[in-house]
């Protein structure tokens, strides 16, 4: 069953002139960054001991509970290094090869780009540079300082450094939204993975879709709502994507 699913698949791919990816947190779980909304994830760990993600991951937080809210980023960050899995190499390697492949992504860990790819929006911010909440420049994880309660502030104004994650409570970028919307409703090829659909605005994007086909690789059923799904693969993505090839695109098609 697999096994004609991935020749399907393959097959999608070859075709497609413009594959859009919407990816989830499913899709960084193979590079050991837990799904937070998976049974084992962090959030769910975090529900069991009363503590509401939604407001640990919120800027009224950051801005409440600086020193704790800072202290778990110091502590994630300290974390094992996580590297892209099977699943970013091989969009990666694809667009390489010259296919027009575009990835929107609700993660912030920025393996797409470590693994080479170059057309990546990042729907929920990145955590790879934090800003000045102050002054808004730029610094590194590497680069903070901290002051005597742990929070990392600006050298030039003393403002706060946080990471450019969208945070719960704050919204995506209006003309990052507006490029998704537009990749998704030209794309011929649409593939989601790893991702519930449960987190706005997923759901609202993914219906922009106009093209020829849908697939869904994910662990769990997903509703995808009005959107017909042509093949859904219950699987973790990087074990399917590491079965593909990646084939140089017709050139009679572009
Ligand atoms: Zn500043």
Redesign the pocket.
């Known amino acids: 069953m697999t096994k004609d699913s991935i020749a399907l698949l393959q097959n999608y791919i070859d075709e497609a002139s413009l594959i859009a990816f919407f990816g989830g947190a499913g899709v960084s779980t193979e590079s050991g960054i837990p799904d937070y909304r998976s049974p084992e994830g962090t959030y769910s760990e975090m529900e069991k001991r009363d503590l509401d993600p939604e407001v640990l991951m919120s800027k009224r937080y950051l801005l409440q509970h600086p020193e704790d809210f800072f202290e778990r980023r110091r502590r994630e960050k300290a974390a094992k290094p996580v590297y892209p899995n099977a699943a970013h190499r091989y969009l990666a390697d694809l667009e390489q090869a010259g296919k027009d492949v575009r990835i929107i992504t609700q993660n912030v860990d920025g393996l797409h780009q470590t693994a080479g790819s170059r057309y990546v929006l990042e729907l929920h911010g990145t955590d790879r540079y934090w800003y ?6 730029h610094f590194s994880y590497e680069e903070l300082a901290y002051d005597e309660r742990g929070i990392p502030r ?1 050298h ?4 706060i ?1 946080r990471p450019a994650v969208v945070y719960f409570g704050e919204h995506p970028d209006r003309r990052l939204l507006e490029k998704s919307r537009e990749t998704i409703r030209k794309a011929d090829l649409l593939i989601i993975a790893g991702t519930s659909l449960t987190v706005n605005p997923a759901k609202n994007l993914i219906r922009r879709f106009n093209g020829d086909r849908v697939v869904v690789v994910n662990t769990e059923p997903i509703d995808t709502g009005k959107l017909p799904v042509d093949l859904f693969i219950q699987h973790p993505i990087g074990e399917i994507f590491s079965q593909l090839e990646v084939n140089q695109p017709k050139s009679s098609r572009r």
């Open positions: 000045c909440m102050e002054c808004e420049r600006c030039i104004d003393q403002g450094i």
